[in-house]
């Protein structure tokens, strides 16, 4: 990261000019000095355009820590202790004020507006005669796809946090020239987001891309080769790739037909498995055996780990305070009902009954015996992030193989193939084995979509797609649980039913693979929208709860007016 941002130093001016201001409404205003103060550069050739790309990604060190702890404090995964401060409670009980300290939306606001300003001077026009080619490449293509989709990420976590958003596509850039914005709601947004990235997904890698340049199909990385690194970063790993957010836009939509295909187009392209990183179960003694599941963070590779912010304790507000907050400071920490639902995973391994997910203590937390007010006590640590580091720096992750296989799996059970999601994506792995195997528990929803084809039908994935595993075995040993024959989808009613127990089952999935990486409240109110249903939230959320507490904020949550934190921004203004 130290490279990054010697690079914004020199090529990115505008980069932190954005986050002057003191308030959210100030940013809005004409006469306010937080607008963009720049010299009128453009971006003509790829080493300023990938410098002023590295500018942008900067920004996003001012929000990691936010992600993390606006995602999951407000869901059911993650707790407050005797420790935290008023402000992280009242965070915790939905009861923020605009004071509140931990409130990012001017950071936001400031990163798109440096996305916008690099968007309108980068000239997508430049072109090279590359040795390997007979025509002209549009080389700087890439880096508007890239900001785009970057600026895209931040207008829908402002909109999923906030309610709303004052959308622009064009910069502040100085008090004599307004701009053009619009107030959104999610239904606004979205249709919004989704032209921009259609537009530009095209741009990220095609036939026209230069092989001598080191690209790779259907990566997110503009311009390196999995092989180029910074500081020991592989470059890609630093960006979102076009299709994760395209997918998530497309699921927030409730389109999930497109969302299924640009998922599955993301796996093939990248060729991502959903590798066998396992926690098992000695199959004889039935003890705790090989612990290999938390590697895939150490590991840091991108075949595990696609997105990531990696920080710095080198630079005044480029550090995280997450590892502080869970160890020393203790004033967060994984709930009880995470704990339980770790605890309550039943697995039959040699017919015989087993409890516990051992992803649970052993990489998602720990417990310790430590004296408080004069006596032992047990607590439970999040030990998640002490795997998360890279260089010896923490990083914060955004998107990893294991969250787009079960994104695809959403879309496909809402789709109505149930069996797929539950059978290929958690207990079996999506492969032409499980295929064959499996093909008359299967066979009524291989109807021949290209997005179900993990080797079924082209031989040339058949080797690849071979190291696919089912996800739910990552908690007890992957052959252990394709063997469990407990572990099935339950005779339902009706079809509806059948989905909302996958969905519930994913869900939970959710929980015991990605816990605490700062999805789970968002991930709570897509399934809401998607039943039109505020309680299904309300209820998750309150059962972290006790007492008169948990009944205060299940009535609080029915409101899904009262899911948004509060905004400074004058939304009711064109």
């Known amino acids: 990261m130290k490279k990054i941002l010697r690079y914004t130093l020199l090529y990115i001016g505008f980069g932190c000019a954005g986050w002057l201001c003191a308030s959210c409404s100030d940013f809005f205003e004409t006469d306010s000095d937080a607008v963009l103060k720049t010299d009128g550069q453009r971006y003509e050739d790829e080493t300023a355009a990938r410098a002023g790309l590295f500018g942008l990604l900067q920004g996003l060190q001012a929000v990691g820590d936010n992600y993390v702890i606006?995602?999951?404090?407000?869901?059911?995964?993650?707790?407050?202790?005797?420790?935290?401060?008023?402000?992280?409670?009242?965070?915790?009980?939905?009861?923020?004020?605009?004071e509140n300290s931990y409130l990012k939306e001017r950071e936001y606001y400031a990163l798109i507006n440096n996305c916008n300003y690099y968007i309108h001077r980068l000239d997508t026009t430049i072109t090279r005669r590359e040795a390997d080619k007979n025509y002209p490449v549009k080389v700087l293509r890439p880096y508007m796809a890239q900001a785009k989709t970057l600026r895209a990420w931040c207008y829908l976590q402002l909109c999923l946090d906030y309610g709303r958003v004052k959308y622009a596509d064009d910069a502040f850039l100085d008090v004599s020239r307004p701009v053009e914005m619009r107030t959104l709601d999610l239904d606004g947004l979205l249709p919004v987001l989704i032209q921009d990235l259609e537009?530009?997904?095209?741009?990220?890698?095609?036939?026209?891309?230069?092989?001598?340049?080191?690209?790779?199909?259907?990566?997110?990385?503009?311009?390196?080769?999995?092989?180029?690194?910074?500081?020991?970063?592989?470059?890609?790993?630093?960006?979102?790739?076009?299709?994760?957010?395209?997918?998530?836009?497309?699921?927030?939509?409730?389109?999930?037909?497109?969302?299924?295909q640009t998922y599955y187009d993301l796996i093939y392209w990248n060729r991502l498995t959903t590798s066998s990183y396992a926690n098992s179960y000695n199959e004889s003694t039935l003890l705790p055996a090989g612990m290999n599941w938390p590697t895939q963070f150490s590991g840091f590779v991108y075949s595990d780990i696609l997105t990531a912010i990696p920080f710095t304790d080198e630079y005044a507000g480029n550090s995280s305070g997450l590892s502080k907050m869970f160890n020393s400071s203790y004033v967060l920490a994984p709930s009880q009902t995470l704990i339980d639902l770790f605890n309550g995973q039943a697995y039959t391994i040699n017919t015989k009954p087993v409890s516990g997910d051992?992803?649970?203590?052993?990489?998602?937390?720990?417990?310790?015996?430590?004296?408080?007010n004069g006596s032992e006590t047990e607590r439970p640590y999040v030990d998640k992030y002490n795997y998360m580091e890279a260089n010896d720096n923490a990083y914060v992750v955004l998107c990893r193989t294991a969250l787009v296989y079960l994104r695809y799996a959403e879309a496909v059970n809402r789709l109505g193939k149930p069996k797929l999601a539950f059978y290929?994506?958690?207990?079996?792995?999506?492969?032409?084995?499980?295929?064959?195997?499996?093909?008359?528990?299967?066979?009524?929803?291989?109807?021949?979509?290209?997005?179900?084809?993990?080797?079924?039908?082209?031989?040339?994935?058949?080797?690849?797609?071979s190291g696919n595993y089912g996800l739910h075995g990552r908690g007890c040993?992957?052959?252990?649980?394709?063997?469990?024959?407990?572990?099935?989808?339950e005779e339902c009613a009706t079809a509806e039913d059948t989905l909302r127990f996958v969905e519930d089952e994913l869900l939970a999935e959710y929980a015991l693979e990605t816990a605490l990486e700062g999805n789970r409240f968002h991930d709570l109110m897509r399934i809401a929208r998607y039943r039109n249903d505020p309680s299904y939230l309300a209820d998750k959320v309150a059962d972290k709860f006790t007492g008169s507490g948990r009944e205060a904020i299940r009535a609080k949550l029915k409101n899904p007016q009262n899911w948004y934190l509060p905004t400074t921004v004058k939304l009711d203004e064109k």
């Open 70 to 98: 606006m995602g999951e404090l407000r869901g059911d995964l993650m707790d407050v202790t005797e420790n935290s401060s008023q402000e992280l409670h009242d965070i915790c009980e939905f009861n923020v004020d605009e």
């Open 199 to 260: 537009n530009v997904l095209p741009w990220m890698v095609s036939d026209d891309t230069p092989t001598s340049n080191g690209w790779v199909m259907g990566n997110a990385d503009p311009g390196f080769a999995g092989s180029v690194r910074y500081e020991n970063y592989t470059a890609n790993q630093l960006m979102l790739p076009v299709r994760f957010v395209l997918g998530e836009l497309y699921m927030w939509n409730r389109d999930f037909l497109k969302a299924a």
């Open 358 to 372: 051992l992803r649970g203590e052993y990489g998602t937390y720990v417990r310790e015996m430590e004296t408080v």
């Open 424 to 465: 290929g994506v958690l207990k079996y792995g999506l492969n032409k084995d499980t295929y064959e195997i499996y093909n008359d528990l299967l066979k009524d929803e291989l109807t021949g979509e290209p997005w179900i084809d993990f080797g079924l039908t082209y031989s040339g994935n058949v080797g690849f797609f």
């Open 477 to 489: 040993g992957q052959q252990n649980l394709q063997l469990d024959p407990t572990y099935v989808i």
